[in-house]
């Protein structure tokens, strides 16, 4: 009996990954399902497969993604065999991890192995939605065409992620220029004034007694301070990436004010692009579903996206099933949805949706610094004032004393 490395997800967003034995990867879905998990990858042990490989990802950009996928398409279209087009590609490619894994597929496919088979030995390269869309194209005859809509789905993605990223940019620098700016004055002036009020034998104030405090202890033991900060990023990164951990900050997400917004947007833009991208290539609404619930990146859409698949699977139309999360997807677009099912025109209601939600992303993330701006001010000014009170109301009382 064939062995199969695989990926299941749970309602609630448990994770489980490892090794079973299954006749085929359908029988081994119903397993999991029973067990109250969703396939989400699987790939037979069996094949070229590197267990290490699928257990831990490779690190190909997806920028990389885009350029072959876009390549491939037109190499397809212009008449090239697949195992030909894969090598030149291979050749092409500036990764070497991403060439050897391409030679490697191109040698699958001189073996007589469909497309699909192939990019299947890869799963933490090759995505669940792209390898579903080159199977549908093979089974259709279309690659060309279903390669032409995964490159504008991964360019639509790049596009995402690069709006948010450069909203992000700016608060980062101010951050990190107030906490070095901060780290200078606490190692450098605080010292010199606590000399000062030592020398006149001031009474200090609590207050400037923990900036003097804090500042000795920067000036004998900054290495100590770099080494407590590396400290707290590590160990907060490390619960970031626990289930709990990441549940919580999902959460925050969710209901901080500035972020929730672009948030939800952001999410309802990736359910939908990618299910559009999907359902329009022919893969079932229940496994469109699943797909897209490993694409998104908070959990709680996950896991309403694994709930309404097995409603969907039981014959509940798409628009009911999504009703119950209208905290997470907004009223528009469920009732847009239930539009879509009633004239027969999900798919391209579906696009329309996720562009129009991209649009607002986009809106969101231009306005981003306009918004927290202000923020950053109130924050600044109060750091400031704080330090200034404290370091200054001990010379007001020598004043007075005088």
Known sequence: ?????????????????????????SQLARALH??????????NAGGSVDRFAFLFARGVSLKEKIFFCKNLQVMVLAGLSLPRAIGILA????????SKTLSQVKESLTKGNQFSFALGQYPEIFSDFFRSMVTVGEETGTLGNVLAIAADQMEKDYALKSKIKGALVYPAVI??????????????VVPQLAATFKELGTELPMTTQFIIGLGMFMEKYWWAAIGIVLLFVAVLARLIKTRRGKKIFDDLMLIFPVIASIVRNVNAAYTLRNLSALVGAGVSLPRALVITSDTVGNCN??????????????????????KDFSHLYPAVMIQMIAVGEETGETSNILIKLAEFYENEVDEQTKNFAAVVEPILMMIIGAAVGFF???????????????
């Open 91 to 98: 050749e092409q490619s500036g990764s070497r991890s991403f």
């Open 175 to 188: 951050l990190a220029a107030l906490i070095g700016i901060g780290i200078l004055m606490l190692a450098t």
């Open 1 to 25: 009996m064939p062995q199969f490395l695989f990926q299941a997800k749970s309602i609630d967003g448990k994770e489980q990954r490892g090794t079973r034995e299954a006749e085929s990867e």
């Open 34 to 43: 029973q067990e109250g998990f969703v396939l989400v990858k699987a790939v």
């Open 301 to 322: 859409y996950t896991a309403a996206l694994l709930i309404i698949e097995a409603r969907v699977k039981k014959g509940e139309k798409f628009s009911e099933a999504i």
């Open 388 to 402: 200034a009170i404290s370091m200054i109301q001990p010379m007001y009382s020598m004043v007075d004393a005088i």
